[in-house]
């Protein structure tokens, strides 16, 4: 591929990206352009209407059904989703929306002054200049006073865009969810608090001073120096409490959301494009955008105050709730009663009353603003999830999981076989057909029904497709074949594997040959006598029958640097080799390009089978337990109790044969353990 | 073994996805980079997707492969609005809504170079190397033979080529 091809392919996502961007910052979509086109297409059928209107005039939403009505809810709000098609994740910072940017963490540090509270923090010298923050008013939980469980600090727990960071009683911090940042990678350090942004996240160490990961393309995540009381991650700024009470922001400063005013805050909170704080004297200022009026807030005195996506909720003294700015979806209706934390999110709020339970509102299209019963110490809104600490200190959230599709769901039953693509399963059953689920967007879920009375007898899945040998030992693969990874040599072979978009197969004369996309010489595979293939993601490596290994194509990440030695398997990840050796010990090399997620330190001991996925490995030990290494992401490496007789890595779930035939998987979601002091 | 039965998916979602929401939730943002790419603009992008969503709502029972089908209404409504615009048209309009500024420098010549291809070019350019479509399926799409998309490309690269490199 030329290097003009090269910079296409890597260069017009962020074209999209950056157009899309752009426009998300302006106040109004600028609809028609001043053009009018109004016509309808005619070609083949399938096509739609095509009529934009003029400016002013409202589109033609109300034309759409009730059925469409999600989408109005969705796209009122302005947001775009994040999309993960199952490829990797590249920028989408597409909207503007903070959502999440739950603000929660300060708000929540709201009740106790930062100062002080932070006081309580370690050590910081910094005398506070003033007392600020000591004047600090009421706590809302101290106001209700209903001693049923009392809401844990602020701070630790915090959502963001979609994603969520919680402190842990041994003070480290755990994110989990969408990483498209390194959002999630949280240092490990002494935190006090943790902030999530849109992309990034902030957190606040033992030592007073703040860090942040994650998306910085704004300067968001590069935090001032110095000692802070307290911080909060919006969009694409930051802002932090001072101990002398002063605020002071870092990122994005296109809306002055990042130009905080002068005087006292005892806490700060950063919205999508605004920022409200609070005063020593219990009265609220806000800053930054105002088009829905997200940075008007009331008069009057409150004990905590958080920023949404483009609104505002605040607590009062007397544990009522007021919220203001953007009420398209019903998020600033806050409803009756006593609260002791509240948690504005993308488009939806959530609160933590008195007697424990929390109660959300605003949109639900994801089911964020549907809290589950039982009572809870702390909640976090964010852009389309919410979750909450339970009483026992475990997470549990609702709403918007940013990737399930259904990938780690199998379906009941004896297998004889499994495979794991990026977004994808399946599974082979004994009477020769197969069954996928999860993502199907190109159609990789859907194996052809074997009309012709024919039969499979193994498989393998790639990206977003899947190839399987038939019993006649021919080929068939389905699914994405736009670099012709669906689209099979003839002839038999003994055996299959394929690759992120291509694939490889050994001939019965024992020799390789790999098809679908060859940008790096993957597909040209090497001459030789091989008793195996593995096709990763952008090379491939074979198993000669000698026990030596050979490999072919992209060589940037030290993929084919193989070592020295015999070995009795090979897999390869989608930057990374591994290879069992005849001592059963397992050797892992190649980085991939960005971040090392310690996909190549295999673990010691023994293993009988290998499994490379996209950042991270599986191994299957002797005594049939798996043991998973690498990115671990909130759960893809933590293989459930065996025994198990396989194990298949995708992107971010793992799947293993139990001894029973059934298959169990597994993948990233809500950490388990415990969370806060 | 056998069993068989009982062996569809738990959460077995209808054509693939959870619904229309789910669909939604998945693709919005993909075949919004897509369109915003095919006519630059991504106002009118938004409106295509929205008009391409709403057929497919439509259509829901009915459509086997719904992604598949929303892809194909994007690329023809965009198809659809160049085949009714000058690139002069198209050209002013999406420096109306996005100033270079607006946009990272390094992406500025790349923006004006697609900008400068013809449509067809464009839409050759983009459906082959942003959306991976094979020759054939792109030929389909612009209503040509795939020797001429070659064609297409082969030109709009020579062009990319001058302005680029």
Known sequence: ?677 | MGDGSGSEPARAPVNGYDGFEGLFAAKRVPMLRLATLLVGSPAIAEEVVQDAFSAVNERWETVERPAAYLKTSVVNGCAGILRRRTIEQRYRAARVEVADSDIPEQLIDLRSALDRLSDRQRLAVVLRYFADLPDDQIAEALGVRPATVRSLVHRALAALRKELE
Request: aromatic share 8%; glycine share 16%.
């Open chain 1, 1 to 677: 591929m030329s290097t003009l091809e090269e910079r296409l392919r890597r260069d017009m996502p962020r074209l999209a990206d950056a157009l899309l961007d752009a426009r998300a910052r302006e106040p109004e979509g600028i609809a028609g352009i001043g053009e009018r086109f109004t016509e309808s297409t005619a070609d083949d059928g399938l096509l739609v209407d095509i009529s934009i209107d003029e400016p002013g005039e409202k589109k033609r939403w109300p034309v759409l059904a009730a059925a469409a009505a999600i989408v109005l809810v969705v796209v009122a709000g302005a947001l775009l989703l994040d999309a993960f098609d199952g490829t990797e994740v590249t920028t989408l910072n597409l909207v503007a929306d903070e959502s999440g940017t739950s603000t929660d963490p300060d708000d929540a540090a709201v009740p106790q002054a930062p100062p002080e509270s932070e006081a309580s923090v370690p050590e910081v010298d910094s005398g506070p200049q003033e007392p600020s923050g000591t004047a600090i008013p009421q706590t809302g939980a101290a106001v209700t006073g209903v001693p049923v469980p009392a809401p844990l600090e602020p701070g630790v727990l915090s959502s963001g865009g979609e994603h969520t960071c919680g402190v842990r009683s041994d003070g480290t911090v755990e994110c989990w969810g969408l990483n498209s940042h390194g959002q999630t990678e949280a240092p490990e350090a002494a935190f006090v608090t943790v902030s999530g942004g849109r992309l990034h996240s902030c957190g606040l160490l033992t030592d007073g001073t703040v860090i942040c990961w994650g998306d910085n393309r704004y300067g968001q995540s590069d935090a001032l120096t110095g000692e802070f009381a307290s911080v909060t991650a919006g969009d694409r700024h930051s802002c932090g409490v001072r101990f002398d009470g002063s605020v002071a922001c870092w990122g994005e400063n296109r809306s002055r959301q990042a130009a905080g005013p002068d005087g006292q805050f005892s806490l700060v909170s950063a919205g999508g494009f605004h920022t409200c704080g609070l005063r020593p004297d219990g009265s609220v200022a806000c800053w930054g955008d105002n088009d829905s009026g997200q940075a008007e807030a009331p008069d009057g005195q409150f004990s905590l105050v958080s920023a949404g996506g483009f609104h505002t909720c605040g607590l009062r003294p007397d544990g009522s709730v007021a919220c203001w700015g953007d009420n398209d979806s019903g998020q600033a209706e806050a409803p009756d009663g006593q609260f002791s934390l509240v948690s504005a999110g993308g488009f939806h709020t959530c609160g933590l009353r008195t007697d424990g339970t929390v109660t959300c509102w605003g949109d639900n299209s994801f089911g964020g603003a549907r809290a589950p019963g039982g009572q809870f110490l702390a909640v976090t809104a964010g852009r389309f999830h919410a979750c909450g600490v339970r009483v026992d200190r475990t997470v549990e959230c609702w709403g918007w999981d940013w990737r399930d599709l259904g990938e780690a769901d199998p379906p009941s039953g004896q297998f004889a076989a499994v495979a794991a693509g990026a977004g994808h399963t399946c599974g082979l059953r004994s009477d020769n057909t197969i069954a996928c689920w999860g993502d199907n967007a190109n159609g990789q879920s859907d194996p052809p029904r074997g009309d012709l009375g024919e039969g499979f007898s193994a498989l393998s899945a790639g990206d977003a497709h899947t190839c399987a040998l038939r019993t006649d030992n021919t080929v068939a693969c389905w699914g994405e074949g736009g670099e012709g990874q669906s689209y099979p040599l003839d002839g038999q072979f003994k055996s299959v594997d394929a690759g992120s978009n291509h694939n490889c197969g050994v001939r019965f004369d024992s020799t390789v040959e790999c098809w679908g996309n060859n940008s790096d010489g993957q597909a040209d595979a090497s001459e030789g006598l091989f008793a195996s293939v593995a096709a990763g993601g952008f090379h491939s490596c074979g198993l000669q029958v000698d026990g030596g290994v050979a490999c072919w194509g992209s060589t940037g990440s030290g993929q084919l640097d193989t070592p020295e030695g015999v070995f009795r398997s090979i897999a390869a990840g989608r930057w990374h080799t591994c290879g069992l050796h005849t001592d059963g010990t397992v050797s892992c090399w190649g980085d991939r390009p960005y971040g090392d997620y310690g996909e190549t330190g295999a673990p010691d001991g023994q293993f009988l089978d290998i499994t490379a996925g996209d950042t991270h490995n599986c191994g299957l030990r002797v005594d049939g337990g798996v043991a998973c290494w690498g990115y671990d992401d909130g759960g893809r490496t933590r293989a459930p109790q065996g025994p198990f007789t396989s194990v298949v890595a995708g992107d971010f779930h793992t799947c293993g044969l139990r001894a029973d035939s059934t298959v169990a998987c597994w993948r990233a979601t809500e950490p388990e353990g415990r969370f806060g002091p």
